[in-house]
């Protein structure tokens, strides 16, 4: 059975400060795929980034940078110099590949930066 | 926008009415998805389809019945529902192949309420 966990329910940060999500996920597949979403208040679910559970490499896109850690089940997400509008539900998600499509779901953390 | 659209944006029923939720896709895509978003619980996936056929359905209520004429359209059909199905209902696409798994693309979503 796949798990995701994000602990962190709501985070509270100030603009410029650097900020870390955390996703612990669980599965007994072998090849699996992670998936960072972010939800702005209009709702819609926004595709960030993919990783396939055979590249550990870190990813960094302009601010935002992940971390994937198979040793630790974790593959955390880093905001640097955070804006306002980056203010918004972030969910971390898994598929194993024996699932077919289906995509198992964080709780979701709730970022809010202020001015 | 992701290139998939949902109708209507919002909508207000009572429990007898009969009504009905539209999602297209524009992506040239294979699967699509109904998730449920409530206050209290993570996204939780209701239904998928693959090539037109439906492939999972999550243990969902009858009272939702969904449809996939094509592979761009897809409607949730909602019939006698109960307060408690109130919620977001999210819409999502995805190119499937055999060898890999894509992510998905959401859309903006259905405010549900039911009174």
């Known amino acids: 059975a796949q798990k995701v966990t994000q602990a962190q329910t709501e985070i509270s940060v100030v603009e410029k400060e650097d900020v870390t999500l955390d996703c612990v996920y669980e599965t007994r597949d072998t090849t699996y795929y992670l998936f960072w979403y972010k939800q702005p208040p209009s709702g819609e679910l926004v595709f960030l980034i993919r990783?396939?559970?055979?590249?550990?490499q870190n990813e960094i896109s302009g601010r935002y940078s992940w971390n994937f850690q198979k040793s630790t089940s974790s593959f955390n997400f880093t905001i640097t110099a955070s804006q306002v509008v980056d203010s918004a539900v972030y969910f971390c998600a898994l598929s194993e590949r024996n699932a077919g499509n289906m995509l198992t779901f964080g709780g979701g953390t709730r970022l809010m930066v202020k001015p | 926008e992701t290139g998939v659209t949902q109708t209507p944006r919002h909508l207000v029923m009572g429990m007898t009415n009969k009504k009905s939720l539209k999602c297209e896709q524009h992506?040239?895509?294979?699967?699509m998805y109904w998730y449920k978003q409530s206050a209290k619980k993570p996204l939780e996936l209701m239904f998928v389809?693959?090539?037109?056929?439906?492939?999972e359905n999550n243990s969902v209520p009858s009272r939702f019945s969904p449809e996939c004429p094509n592979s761009s359209h897809l409607f949730l059909h909602l019939h006698t529902l109960q307060p408690e199905d109130s919620a977001l209902y999210l819409c999502a696409s995805s190119l499937q192949r055999r060898s890999s798994y894509n992510e998905q693309f959401f859309g903006p979503g259905t405010r549900l309420t039911v009174l």
């Open positions: 990783r396939n559970s055979f590249d550990e």
């Open positions: 992506l040239g895509h294979n699967a």
């Open positions: 389809y693959n090539f037109k056929e439906q492939t």
